[in-house]
């Protein structure tokens, strides 16, 4: 299963980007898809994620700009990202938690990330 990640780009403060994510085959079953992101020199964090019943869940630092969103049908996941920041700098990472068919256990695939670049 490979996730294929999208969208990035180099931006200027206050611009917008969306990135996609598209899984290269059907689960029988998606727990949660989530983006997450790593800065240099720093630690991955979870930027957004969205289950099943279509919750979500943000990062205190993108609340109110970024907004997340899922097509089950095409297995993709979105992440739309307003008001850019130069701290939103960083290598974004999908990431779906899914159970394959004729499989018995959920597992984590993670896609290969996209450089987001924000100038100031």
């Known amino acids: 299963v490979q996730l294929q990640a999208s969208g990035g780009g180099l931006v200027q403060a206050g611009g917008s980007l969306r990135l996609s994510c598209a899984a290269s085959?059907?689960?029988?079953?998606?727990?949660?898809m989530a983006w997450h992101r790593q800065a240099p020199g720093k630690q991955r964090e979870l930027v957004a994620d969205?289950?099943?019943?279509?919750?979500?869940n943000y990062a205190d630092s993108v609340k109110g700009r970024f907004t997340i969103s899922r097509d089950n049908a095409k297995n993709t996941v979105y992440l739309q990202m307003n008001s850019l920041k130069p701290e939103d700098t960083a290598v974004y990472y999908c990431?779906?938690?899914?159970?394959?068919?004729?499989?018995?256990?959920?597992?984590?695939?993670w896609g290969q990330g996209t450089l987001v670049t924000v100038s100031s």
């Open positions: 085959e059907t689960f029988f079953s998606i727990n949660v």
């Open positions: 990431n779906c938690n899914a159970q394959r068919w004729r499989s018995s256990s959920y597992v984590d695939y």
């Open positions: 969205i289950r099943s019943g279509g919750n979500t």
